[in-house]
């Protein structure tokens, strides 16, 4: 059973920054791809960040230089630096992860993070 635990959602001002959490179980998901999606109201769910079982990482053009993913294998979690928040960053957050056994991806709920002008 693999189960996804977000958290570090907030409402910040524009300007100030986020680390979001997310803590995965099961161990058909460890040390394997992980990553980070948004959705903002009215818009499909893209892409913010990845992280794979090798250790690299890509970031979608419009967050590159001012978010940050970093995972610890140990604990199973991959983290979300964001900084320089601005108003269109506003977006449900959603933790994926990877399992090897079902050869699926599995979703977190989502974390909501609203950036105020």
């Known amino acids: 059973q693999v189960q996804l635990v977000e958290s570090g959602g907030d409402l910040v001002q524009a300007g100030g920054s986020l680390r979001l959490s997310c803590a995965a179980s099961?161990?058909?998901?460890?040390?394997?791809?992980m990553g980070w999606y948004r959705q903002a109201p009215g818009k499909q769910r893209e892409l913010v960040a990845h992280?794979?079982?090798?250790?690299?990482?890509n970031y979608a053009s419009s967050v590159k230089g001012h978010c940050t993913i970093s995972r610890d294998n140990a604990k199973n979690s991959v983290y979300l630096q964001m900084n320089s928040l601005k108003p269109e960053n506003t977006a449900v957050y959603y933790c994926a992860v990877y399992s090897t056994e079902s050869r699926s991806w599995y979703w977190g709920q989502g974390t909501q993070v609203t950036v105020s002008s």
């Open positions: 099961g161990r058909s998901t460890r040390r394997n791809d």
């Open positions: 992280s794979t079982s090798g250790g690299s990482t």
